[in-house]
């Protein structure tokens, strides 16, 4: 476990790439579907009950939220997407802003994609790995509430979606999640760790 990521703070909250603070250092974001429990993920893995928003109710959260590791290094909580109640205007809106964002992010070194351990691989979610196969950029999935699984049936669940993306996105690395349970944070942080290098 790492530490620096606990004295997280947050840092503003940017409606179009344009509102981004600047670009220098080195960020993370996480993506995934509405209710994926990327805002989870984001609070236990720094160790903070409250910092990225959680809700009941998906598709809260559409701006891109900055969140502050260290002086030079960042975590950001995108907007959800899939969610089906938003009109297909809206989505496509946040599409273009996350492929944008994807592509010419300078200070990004990674995406954390959240899954739903349920609900792994759906389409918004392999279009995610897609850009960032396009762009280079490395990706790892956690698949999120791996709690609500039997130990056999996570075990299952995480060997045949790792199999799949390794036919398909060979730069994505995967793991089992749970924000609740807290399993899964040492793993995370080194690939965080990895990406960041925080000091
Ligand atoms: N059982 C369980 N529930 C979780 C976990 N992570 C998130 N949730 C729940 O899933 C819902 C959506 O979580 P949230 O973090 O807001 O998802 P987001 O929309 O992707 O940011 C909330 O009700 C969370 O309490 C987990 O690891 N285990
Ligand atoms: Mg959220």
């Not at 109640?85 to 200070?107: C, F, G, I, N, T």
């Amino acid at each position: 476990m790492n530490k620096l990521y606990f004295s997280a703070s947050y840092l503003t909250n940017a409606p179009t790439i344009a509102h981004a603070p600047d670009d220098v250092g080195g960020e993370v974001a996480f993506a995934g579907r509405s209710n994926a429990g990327k805002s989870s993920a984001i609070n236990a893995l720094t160790n903070n009950k409250s910092l990225a928003r959680t809700s009941k109710t998906p598709g809260r959260t559409q701006h891109l939220v900055f969140f502050q590791i260290t002086e030079l290094t960042r975590f950001v909580d995108m907007p959800g997407y899939g969610y089906a109640k938003v009109p297909d205007k809206v989505k496509r809106q946040w599409h273009a802003a996350m492929e944008q964002y994807l592509s010419h992010r300078r200070s990004l070194q990674g995406l954390i994609l959240v899954m739903d351990c349920r609900h792994p691989l759906r389409e918004f979610d392999r279009q995610m790995l897609e850009w960032c196969q396009q762009s280079g950029l490395p990706a790892h999935v956690l698949l999120s509430k791996a709690d609500k699984l039997k130990p056999n049936a996570a075990r299952a669940g995480l060997d045949a979606v790792r199999q799949e993306i390794d036919l398909h996105f060979p730069n994505t690395s995967i793991q089992n999640f749970s924000a609740s349970k807290k399993h899964g944070i040492d793993e995370a942080h080194t690939v965080l760790d990895e990406w960041l290098n925080p000091q």
